[in-house]
């Protein structure tokens, strides 16, 4: 007498991980990540344009960060909500998104800050009032030494740059982390940070940490801002991979990106497939030795051994 071994048990669905096919295209991520890039940048640089800086800081820094909590709401769900090169390298070096799609964000994202800034400075040329254009990009553009409100050295904005860059792209991994069930508050903490880091950004240098929104200002400015571009991307690249790389170590696992490569491009749902069962955990826990008709137990079990042998027939007679 042997008892029947049940039918292998079919592993449930992943729910939460969206197929490859079911992902809005490149091109619509590229979108969104342009038009949102744009839509910070107009925020960001034009309120300061058109305002002074220093007599109400807090209205530039809180545009900024209003801009990106409505960029991330309406955009975050096809692009991931990036806006930044350095929020993208973060997210890269985390295992969220591949390194070619990375790129190409990086390349919409200065499409999209450039054609802000363009539009800004269309409208700066028809102020009368307003006689130098560039000049007037000068005081909203990044800087140190001479260039800085304050005189702050390259160092001091060099820590600046480094630190808030790295508070920022570890607020944006935590807060749209699969395993975090606040998920939906992500646009408005990114936000707030934000907000709150330019507001001692203005302070220090300008510092936007944002290369693409550095870039752009910088393009449009006298010939001093693209001498000192180069610190506002190393500095805000080397903050985000010291995010990415710490949120990587202590947060991710490495079975977050698919071994065949797909790593995922949509942010908000990527390393939920990593803590499923496995299927062969689960066969070992329900089968055992189906050659030999046991339905439960651990192989080498002398009491799932006798058990066996007496329905068999071999014991007990």
């Known amino acids: 007498m042997t008892s029947p071994v049940p039918a292998r048990p079919t592993p449930s669905p992943d729910l939460h991980a969206a197929p490859e096919a079911s992902k809005p295209g490149l091109v619509a991520r590229l979108s ?5 890039t744009l839509f910070l940048v107009i925020a960001g640089l034009g309120v300061p344009l058109f305002t002074i800086p220093q007599s109400n800081p807090l209205s530039a820094s809180l545009a900024a ?17 990036h806006f930044n090169p350095a929020v993208t390298l973060g997210n890269a070096i ?19 800050a450039v054609a802000g800034t363009l539009a800004l400075f269309g409208i ?25 409100i304050i005189q702050a ?26 395993r975090n069930t606040s998920k ?18 203005q302070a220090v240098g300008n510092t936007p940490f944002n290369p693409a929104r550095a ?5 449009f400015s006298n010939s001093w801002s693209l001498e000192q571009l180069w610190l506002f991307w190393v500095a805000p690249l080397v903050g985000a991979a010291i995010a990415g790389l710490v949120f990587r170590g202590f947060a991710e696992t490495p079975a977050a990106v698919p071994a065949g490569g797909h790593g995922a491009a949509d942010d908000a749902d990527l390393d939920d497939a990593a803590h499923e069962p496995d299927d062969e955990d689960i066969d070992n826990n329900l ?31």
């Open 94 to 112: 985390a295992g969220r998104i591949r390194l070619p799609e990375a790129a190409a964000y990086l390349g919409a994202q200065l499409v999209g």
């Open 153 to 178: 050295p390259l160092a001091g904005v060099l820590l600046v740059e480094v630190l808030g860059t790295a508070i920022l792209v570890a607020v944006f991994l935590g807060t749209t982390a699969a």
């Open 32 to 36: 969104a990540e342009a038009f949102g």
């Open 65 to 81: 960060g209003l801009a990106v909590t409505a960029a991330m709401l309406a955009f975050a769900y096809i692009s991931g909500g």
């Open 215 to 219: 870039t752009a200002s910088a393009i």
């Open 287 to 317: 089968v055992g030795h189906a050659g030999r008709g046991s339905v439960t137990g651990t192989a080498g079990n002398p009491a799932d051994d006798d058990a066996r042998d007496f329905f068999d027939g071999k014991r007990g007679q």
């Open 184 to 201: 939906a508050a992500a646009p408005f903490a990114v936000g707030l940070t934000l907000a709150v880091l330019l507001q001692l950004g």
């Open 124 to 148: 700066l040329r028809t102020v009368p009032k307003i006689e130098d254009t560039r000049a007037a990009f000068d005081t909203v553009t990044a800087g140190f030494g001479e260039h800085s």
